[in-house]
């Protein structure tokens, strides 16, 4: 119940503030209106299917969720340098309790953007079928990566630091190196070896694996992002732990 109503506390303070509503939900669907009208000037004889929406839908999907690392970094390292936390840290939560806190709210957003991104694609060409569902919980799922990695920086960093390592430096890495704007196959080297190392990509083929009912090639991706996971997610509860447990909060 504790871990319930810390996160039901979490999800206003985020819920508070518009900018996170925009960058959460709304500004998705404005690069998917951008980009298909980009597609749709592309004549004929030149047209490719990089701005096609079965690329889109997938690639833009997660990118929505790296927002989620902004949200939680900036949540945290909040709590870090105020009253707030320090009280709690005198309850019976633990480590683990906190970051469940701070988690769960995240994975509501996630699905809440999953869901008005990939429905929002249905309507500029992607086929609405019983797939669609199972890709936004996939896209949720995946989310955790981002979680992970905005309460790993919001445990370690001040509020200023987070904004610009988790919002303009991981949401730029997420962007590029996942083949959301420039498909990796096409640039190929030593970039496209560095994407297949880090998840972002992988996070990308998942969620288009599923779309397209390819359940067997989505298992291998999604293995490595949900490694890449459990060890952040690990990292972020160690980190806090010391935290509580006597370093400055």
């Given at each position: ?33 951008l ?46 340098t105020?009253?707030f ?19 769960l ?34 896209t ?22 987070v ?33 297949e ?13 599923v ?5 067997d ?33």
């Open positions: 119940m504790r871990i319930f109503l810390f996160a039901k506390r979490n999800a206003k303070e985020v819920l508070r503030d518009p900018i996170n509503l925009f960058f959460g939900l709304g500004f998705p669907l404005i690069l998917l209106v980009l298909s009208i980009i597609n749709a000037s592309i004549p004929p004889e030149a047209h490719n299917t990089m701005f096609s929406i079965e690329n889109l839908a997938p690639g833009l999907a997660m990118f929505g969720t790296a927002f989620m690392a902004l949200f939680a970094g900036l949540l945290l390292s909040k709590d870090r105020s009253s936390l320090m009280r709690l840290f005198a309850s019976p939560m633990t480590s683990l309790d906190f970051i469940l806190g701070y988690t709210p995240m994975l509501v957003m996630a699905f809440a953007q999953a869901t008005i991104t990939l429905l929002a694609s249905c309507i500029v060409g992607l086929e609405l079928n019983a797939n669609l569902l199972l890709a936004i919980v996939v949720t799922l995946t989310s955790l990566l981002f979680v992970g990695f905005g309460l790993l920086f919001g445990s370690l960093l001040n509020e200023k630091a904004s610009g390592i988790c919002g303009a430096l991981l949401t730029n890495v997420a962007a590029w190196l996942s083949g959301v704007f420039i498909p990796i196959d096409l640039i190929g080297g030593a970039f496209k070896k560095a994407a190392i880090l998840p972002f990509y992988h996070s990308v083929q998942t969620i288009r694996a779309l397209g009912g390819n359940f090639e989505m298992l291998p991706h999604l293995i490595i992002v949900l490694g890449y996971t459990v060890v952040i997610f690990i990292l972020a509860i160690i980190v806090f732990h010391h935290k509580m447990s006597g370093d400055n909060a």
